[in-house]
């Protein structure tokens, strides 16, 4: 199985770690290269990765392929049986919710930011990312300029990791579900929702 994992940072390293131990295939796209401010939250660079591309430095520790460069749907060495977004933009993760259930595969979609974070599931024939969220919202806080608190990407990486080495095993329990940490200083637990196909979703044609 080919796991295309979007995003090399603070929830992609933990993603990619506990993966590198699964029977699978990884490929690991990011565009940024690592900085000195990015080390207290991104565990899986040190101080010589200082100035170096996240996505091949991050392979390299987990035997993967790294691509330097944004997630684009129609890559074909993008695509995989499975795909994680750990990536910080929004319009992104509609793009690959969207290509995942145009090419009938499993997702999981990991969000952070401040003290909290969300983990969606998906998978041909569940609710999908666009049945909860609609579309890209107008404005959102960036990690970069709202911040997330270091250990945040740790339990949401984590979580993220779990949920996508269950669809590894192809048990789909999860799709159409979000796990929710709203405050990882109170309560590592999630709240897990699971919610329905919304009436005149794009995902109801395909
Ligand atoms: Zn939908």
């Known amino acids: ?11 992609g390293g933990p993603i990619a770690l506990a993966l590198a131990r699964a029977p699978v295939e990884l490929t690991i796209v990011d565009p940024d ?21 996240k996505a091949t430095r991050l392979a ?5 392929v790294g691509i330097v460069g944004r997630w684009t749907a129609p890559d074909q060495a993008l695509a995989g049986d499975l795909i994680v977004d ?14 995942a259930v145009a090419t009938r595969r499993p997702y999981v979609i990991a969000s952070a930011l401040r003290y909290g974070g969300n ?10 990312y666009r049945c909860l969220f609609e579309d ?21 990486g984590g979580l993220a990791a779990a949920l996508a080495l269950r669809l590894v095993a192809n048990d789909r329990r999860d799709a ?7 405050d990882a200083r109170v309560d590592h637990a999630p709240r897990v929702v699971r919610f329905a196909r919304r009436a005149g979703c794009t995902c109801r044609s395909s």
């Open 60 to 64: 390299a520790r987990v035997g993967g």
């Open 86 to 99: 750990a990536s910080d933009d929004p319009a992104t993760k509609f793009a690959i919710a969207d290509h």
């Open 119 to 128: 983990v969606m599931v998906g998978a041909p024939g569940a609710a999908c």
């Open 1 to 11: 199985m080919r796991v295309v994992i979007v995003g090399a940072g603070g929830l």
């Open 176 to 182: 159409g579900s979000i796990y929710v940490v709203d």
């Open 33 to 53: 290269r690592v900085e000195l401010s990015n080390l207290h939250r991104q565990v899986q660079f040190s101080d010589a990765d200082v100035g170096a591309a």
């Open 136 to 156: 890209v919202p107008d404005e959102v806080p960036s990690c970069a300029a709202a911040g997330v608190l270091g250990p945040v990407v740790g339990v949401i």
